[in-house]
């Protein structure tokens, strides 16, 4: 500008004002192009950070041997649904006599019959029934209904899971006869999460002991 000032010739004036503003035009525009570079990548960044993110929150949320939801991640959705005022109905899961399992062919095997039983507890479970790994050897399911409609649901569970289960280790294949003591309960009002634990609990073990004798699981030939 202070170029522009000193000339005298208005035609010099005019073309110096010209590739003055072109200069400075083409100078915005670089900015402008920069800017944008700069702003899609810090997008591209946060959307990788994101994903991060929910991808190690998911982690945190899973048993790692089994894939289920792991213990925390159920507690958490119990206390939810303690909140609301819809009926739903807790199931708890424990294989009889898992640890003769381990301690006659080892804990790989009964790693191996736990990741066995967790899927066919998925895949006769419906879309709704929220599976989860309570610990060890028991299992809990979240079912968004009332009781006569759990009773029915645990039943085709139990026809489902209770079976024989074929197993490899070291080269080797092994059978077993598995069956699970299931409690079952109904969310009582009032109830809090302690409370559904302890009566589905309690109902588990009343099975556990009848089925002690005759229902723990079993080597095939």
């Avoid at 170029?3 to 525009?29: F, G, M, N, Y």
């Avoid at 109830?191 to 588990?204: G, P, Q, T, V, Y």
């Amino acid at each position: 500008l202070q170029t522009i000032a000193k000339l005298e010739d208005l035609t010099a004036i005019r073309a110096s004002v010209l590739k003055t503003a072109l200069e400075l035009k083409t100078s915005v525009d670089r900015m402008a192009q920069e800017g944008q570079a700069a702003i899609s990548q810090l997008r591209s960044e946060v959307l990788n950070y994101k994903s991060r993110l929910e991808e190690a929150e998911k982690v945190a949320l899973r048993d790692g041997l089994t894939g289920l939801r792991n213990r925390q991640c159920i507690e958490d959705l119990i206390d939810r649904r303690v909140q609301s005022v819809l009926p739903f109905c807790l199931v708890l899961l424990d294989l009889d006599g898992f640890k003769t399992v381990n301690d006659t062919y080892g804990h790989l095997v009964g790693d191996e019959l736990l990741r066995q039983f967790a899927f066919e507890l998925q895949s006769a479970s419906r879309s709704t029934d929220i599976i989860g790994r309570w610990g060890g050897d028991e299992f809990i399911i979240v079912l968004d209904c009332n009781l006569p409609q759990a009773v029915q649901q645990t039943a085709r569970l139990r026809q489902w899971l209770d079976g024989d289960y074929t197993l490899e280790s070291n080269a080797r294949t092994i059978k077993l006869r598995v069956a699970a003591s299931v409690g079952l309960v109904e969310r009582l009002p009032g109830e809090c999460l302690k409370d559904i634990i302890a009566r589905a609990d309690e109902a588990m073990y009343s099975q556990k002991a009848v089925h002690r004798s005759s229902h723990s699981i079993a080597a095939r030939a």
